[in-house]
T-cell receptor, first 109, second 113 residues
Framework: EDKVVQSPLSLVVHEGDTVTLNCSYE??????LLWYKQEKKAPTFLFML????IEKKSGRLSSILDKKELFSILNITATQTGDSAVYLC?????????FGTGTSLTVIP | NAGVTQTPKFQVLKTGQSMTLQCAQD?????MSWYRQDPGMGLRLIHY???????DQGEVPNGYNVSRSTTEDFPLRLLSAAPSQTSVYFC????????????FGQGTRLTVV
């Protein structure tokens, strides 16, 4: 059975802290791994990763994929209150997407 | 620049009623999909479509029907609503199955009483 597992389930940090969110997966026919940020409503796309070891970066956010160990991490440095959200990891297998349950991040001023 | 539009935003149904959740996209995307999001369960794929006239089942298709008569529209039908279908429903689209970056609609919060 294909599955995606995210950890931790929730996290509370202070502004300025650095956080690491984890996503592990077991799927057949892996094509890519995607990270989304979900605030109050619709998830918004952050990164897509297809190759191991190549870091994707956007401002204070970065992500990397390890296809041998079947996981990805999402790092957020110098966190801000606007980073508070649920972060979703999804694996694309060609026709289907499998989502993890998400990590709820709360950044306290 | 509408993107993916879902209607309605909120709906309350009685058990046994049927309804259709609407989804439309204006980006000429081939791939469209429906998810439900429940607490502690993440997003689960209900049905998807890789193009007009083609649909297929996802992880949790029971109790739902879809059709794709045009590229733009992908309605989700609840045949006979049950309390277990209380959830938040998201429609998403992406360029095609090979380009998985998905754009999501704003969601429909459905309550079945």
């Amino acid at each position: 059975e294909d599955k995606v597992v995210q950890s931790p389930l929730s996290l509370v940090v202070h502004e300025g802290d650095t956080v690491t969110l984890n996503c592990s997966y077991e799927v057949t026919n892996f094509r890519s791994l995607l990270w989304y940020k979900q605030e109050k409503k619709a998830p918004t796309f952050l990164f897509m990763l297809t190759s191991s070891g190549i870091e994707k970066k956007s401002g204070r956010l970065s992500s990397i994929l390890d296809k041998k160990e079947l996981f990805s991490i999402l790092n957020i440095t110098a966190t801000q209150t606007g980073d508070s959200a649920v972060y979703l990891c999804a694996v694309h297998t060609g026709n289907q997407f499998y989502f993890g349950t998400g990590t709820s991040l709360t950044v306290i001023p | 620049n509408a993107g993916v539009t879902q209607t309605p935003k909120f709906q309350v149904l009685k058990t046994g009623q049927s309804m259709t959740l609407q989804c439309a996209q204006d980006m000429n995307h081939e791939y469209m999909s429906w998810y439900r999001q429940d607490p502690g369960m993440g997003l689960r794929l209900i049905h998807y479509s890789v193009g007009a006239g083609i649909t297929d089942q996802g992880e949790v298709p029971n109790g739902y029907n879809v059709s794709r008569s045009t590229t733009e529209d992908f309605p989700l039908r609840l045949l006979s609503a049950a309390p277990s279908q209380t959830s938040v429903y998201f429609c998403a689209s992406s360029q095609d199955r090979g380009v998985p970056e998905a754009f999501f609609g704003q969601g429909t919060r459905l309550t079945v009483v």
